[in-house]
């Protein structure tokens, strides 16, 4: 508890004073590839409804390897 005798409990940490949930403000893969990849292959098409929509997000998801 080194940390709450030097900062009196204003430390961020997982375990203690402020909960700082794990990639709260972090960015991740799906930020800089996934969202991005998404939206482009959804509106190449214009989609008469929410159904097809709905079903163009999942073919695409499904679509994307690993590699």
Known sequence: N????IF???WIG???TIEWPP??????PLDFFYYGYLKTKIY???S?????MQE??????NSITPD
């Open 48 to 52: 008469e409804n929410l159904e097809e």
């Open 14 to 16: 997982r375990k203690d």
């Open 56 to 61: 163009k997000i999942v073919n695409v998801s």
């Open 2 to 5: 080194i940390l709450n005798d």
């Open 8 to 10: 009196s409990d204003r």
């Open 44 to 46: 190449e098409i214009r």
């Open 23 to 28: 990639r709260s403000l972090d960015l991740t």
